[in-house]
DNA sequence: ATTATGACCGCAAACGTTTGCGGTAACATT
DNA sequence: AATGTTACCGCAAACGTTTGCGGTCATAAT
């Protein structure tokens, strides 16, 4: 590490310049502070020249509204706040890009904040929502949540407050997911339709919901399609666990083929790396099936099939329910996004 | 998709809960505004039985002071922003969580907004930085941004600017960037040590200076090392264009075993799926190296051996040079660290 | 000549804090 | 008895807006 240090950065600090305000913009024009309030925005009380007047010198210094002036009156900012546990994950960049685009079109601004999965810090943002009485919060919400009161709270403060991804279990709040058994079926039904014999599927932590769907229809499908497949599971609660169970399966089937199941881009990460390995050839060797975002599949070749968990589409929805709510809508709503399936060349 | 929509959410918007403030515990405890405040703030002048009776109404109401009037007096607030072009990047998730992790300890929040890559955007977002009046910002820039008036124009206002990853040219400001240079000299160093004859170096656009540093170092210290090394350079401006320059060069070489130095992950990817596509054995064929973050040289195996080019560590350095600027400094800083090798088995 | 009608504008209160300054009572000091 | 000291506390202004209401003119209607 080295540094270059030599620079004045001039006088900065000392001419600090203080922003232009109504009250200065009165004064220079020799009208009121009400005045210039109404002729900015158009209010027909004010004549048109005193209106073009008035916005020639606010633009003339920079005039801009202090938001906290603004705020302490009105209680109305139009700002979104989306909180997710991590930013590392290619779902929640397409979810929030997605979000972003439209709400900007409709004159929100958005920020990000980030829990780190921690409920403490959950919880301090959550907080600083409501202080800020932000217009609305979309939110994935940690794997240590329990206690959603502190959400509800949000709501009956007049905030409405959007789930996604990583959703509670409760029924009375609004609700945007993947659609987790769709996705498992997708991709059970492709195995079948290959009319592959054995198949390895390696899912998650069996203590989280979203394993639990993908879990229960996977193998239901599997089994109402055909009966004489061989299906080993295995949990793997990260990508190296995942990699293991990969690589003892490959032991075990001994040649033979078969498919592996991968139920997240994590544990698809794990078995792409026992595949190489022990150099098997995807498709010709051994078959590939994941439920992804799609950002790791594309980065092999051939590029994996997989069952999409699209953030994208998520994204429309959620802003669209979000919308509703601050229209006025006191409906809890569960929306259930049915995912495709994109077919790399891996089965 | 489907929609589940069936469920009143009570009566939240009727009777919206209003912030307790400092007037409501004031008139509960017949004392003044002014002595409710000074009390939450432990000043002397307040009795410590008074103290304790305000403290208690106001756990007891959950009162919390609202940010608005707080920062429409005192005209300070206890946040940094972290702008970037874009969430999915390993690098910038770890720059984001390294800030965080500090600056939370000192009592700051961070926020993060996203400019899309895209000017416009980003000029809306320091616009409310300004207004904001936030503690100061972290920028990592567009590949567009040509005018770097309005951040100067934050300075003006008080707020320091840290600039990282993509940084201005100018030399009047905060930078904290990694070391291009050092991270292709370390790369190039490797090359030498292995006693590779044949290399390709696949790079960036060269109008980016990223792409231009280290296309200038790399090439420099493998002439340096050995002339008898054949060097190929190509420029891909994305990962497709980066597999086609690979496959062209495996056809090139023709079994001739050869090295690719990849300047970023996104050539990375190319080149991993170049390389799948025609089947060949990293290490035994074919060497890797590359300049990463560290994410994608881990999905394959052997693991890539990479210059880290660390956001962590940038992090905390900036975060630092921040805390110095609040406090005063008023020089200008350019910060550089140096990257280390992370051996995999890719050469 | 009086009254109604607009067009245009300003007063002042309110949003919820912070803080300099002044005030009162009790007690200690001359 | 007059003065000084100390411990507490409240008044009021200020931060920069928004907005209901009332006011002043000039012009049009009676």
Redesign the interface.
């Known amino acids: ?13 000392r001419n ?2 203080l ?1 232009p305000t109504l009250k200065k913009i009165a004064e220079q024009l020799n009208v009121s502070i009400s005045t210039v309030s109404r002729a900015l925005k158009d209010h027909p009380d004010i004549s048109a020249e005193t209106k073009q007047k008035v916005n020639e010198l606010a633009t003339l210094i920079e005039y ?6 603004v ?2 009156r009105t209680h109305n900012n139009k700002e979104f ?1 989306i909180v997710v546990p ?3 994950n ?1 779902f ?2 397409s979810f ?2 997605s979000i ?1 685009e439209d709400a ?1 079109q409709q004159g929100y ?1 958005v ?4 829990s ?1 999965n921690d409920p403490q ?1 959950e919880l ?2 959550l ?2 929502c409501r ?2 009485r932000v217009s609305g919060v979309f939110i994935s919400i940690t794997t240590e949540t329990k206690d959603i009161s502190p959400f ?1 709270k949000l ?4 905030i409405p407050v959007i789930f996604f991804d990583k959703v509670p279990g409760s ?2 709040c609004n609700k945007i997911c993947v ?1 987790d058994e769709h996705a498992a079926a997708l991709a059970a039904a492709e195995i079948l339709k290959k009319g592959i014999k054995n198949v390895l599927g390696i899912f998650g932590d069996l203590n989280m919901s979203i394993t639990q769907a993908r879990f229960q229809k996977f193998k239901t499908i599997l089994a109402e399609g055909a009966e004489k497949i061989k299906l080993k599971t295995v949990h793997a609660l990260n990508s190296n666990e995942a990699e293991q169970a990969a690589l003892h399966a490959i032991e075990d089937y001994k040649g033979e083929y078969f498919a592996v199941f991968c139920m997240s881009d994590e544990i698809l ?1 794990g078995v ?3 595949v ?2 022990k ?1 098997l ?1 995807v498709l010709q060797d051994v078959g590939i099936i994941s439920i992804s975002d799609g ?2 599949p ?4 051939p590029e994996i099939t997989y069952a999409e968990t699209s953030g994208f589409k998520l994204g429309k ?1 959620a802003l669209n329910r979000m919308m509703r709510c601050i229209a ?1 809508s ?9 995912s495709r399936l994109i077919a790399g060349g891996s089965i």
Chains 1, 2 share one sequence.
Do not use: C, W
Request: proline letters at 2%.
């Open positions: 590490m080295f540094v270059v240090e030599n620079l004045y950065l001039g006088n900065q600090v600090m310049r922003s801009d509204p202090n938001p906290y002036a705020n302490l706040a991590s930013l590392s290619f929640y960049h929030i890009s972003e900007r601004s920020f990000i904040y980030r780190s810090i301090g943002i907080k600083s202080l800020k509800t709501d009956g403060y007049g029924e009375l659609g990460a792409m790396k026992a190489q390995r150099n050839r950002m790791i594309k980065l092999f070749y929805l006025g006191s409906f809890a709503q569960t929306i259930v996004d049915e």
